[in-house]
T-cell receptor, first 111, second 109 residues
Framework: DAGVIQSPRHEVTEMGQEVTLRCKPISGHNSLFWYRQTMMRGLELLIYFNNNVPIDDSGMPEDRFSAKMPNASFSTLKIQPSEPRDSAVYFC?????????FGQGTRLTVV | EDQVTQSPEALRLQEGESSSLNCSYTVSGLRGLFWYRQDPGKGPEFLFTLYSAGEEKEKERLKATLTKKESFLHITAPKPEDSATYLCAVQIAGNMLTFGGGTRLMVKP
């Protein structure tokens, strides 16, 4: 398996624009996570899906953030409208009940 | 509130100088404690899972141990390639992981 695949690797956008981050989890994994990493706050869990159903989205910072998982092999994290404080590295991870495996991340810069 | 605290925040070692990284946690109902390694520009890479107090796991120069309140990652005779950020995480409800702030390890030749 190629591991967790995220796209794009880098995204630079202007404040107010919509940003969509994409993730393909490892085949057969039943859980998918979106994390955000910054120097100040470290790794924060944004949302957690189990069997494609959102289980906990308490980490989603605002209504500007939304996540979907239409099927077992694809998930998106959308920010609309984006703000400079959203600049961070966003990671997607998947697991099969035990350890989580992370993608390479998307570095988002909002200017 | 569940908390995971790692210390020190940064650690500089000479090659061959053994040391330990600490991860202390205050959680109810720990299901597992995980250690990850993260290199710059990459996602965290899984190292170990520990499930119960007294458990130990080893991989090359790394050994992880677990008590009821903390976990240690022991690094024996480190090499420059061991330089990275080491993250610990706790699993409580479901499959969610809550991460500590990490320890940045720098090993000088």
């Amino acid at each position: 398996d190629a591991g967790v695949i995220q796209s794009p690797r880098h995204e630079v956008t202007e404040m107010g624009q919509e940003v969509t981050l994409r993730c393909k989890p490892i085949s057969g994994h039943n859980s998918l996570f979106w994390y955000r990493q910054t120097m100040m706050r470290g790794l924060e869990l944004l949302i957690y899906f189990n069997n494609n159903v959102p289980i906990d989205d308490s980490g989603m910072p605002e209504d500007r953030f939304s996540a979907k998982m239409p099927n077992a092999s694809f998930s998106t994290l959308k920010i609309q409208p984006s703000e400079p404080r959203d600049s961070a590295v966003y990671f997607c991870a998947s697991s099969q009940n035990t350890e989580a495996f992370f993608g390479q991340g998307t570095r988002l810069t909002v200017v | 509130e569940d908390q995971v605290t790692q210390s020190p925040e940064a650690l500089r070692l000479q090659e061959g100088e053994s040391s330990s990284l600490n991860c202390s946690y205050t959680v109810s109902g720990l299901r597992g404690l995980f250690w990850y390694r993260q290199d710059p520009g990459k996602g965290p890479e899984f190292l170990f899972t520990l499930y119960s107090a007294g458990e130990e796991k080893e991989k090359e120069r790394l050994k992880a141990t677990l008590t009821k309140k903390e976990s240690f990652l022991h690094i024996t005779a480190p090499k420059p390639e061991d330089s990275a950020t080491y993250l610990c995480a706790v699993q409580i409800a479901g499959n969610m992981l809550t991460f500590g702030g990490g320890t940045r390890l720098m090993v000088k030749p």
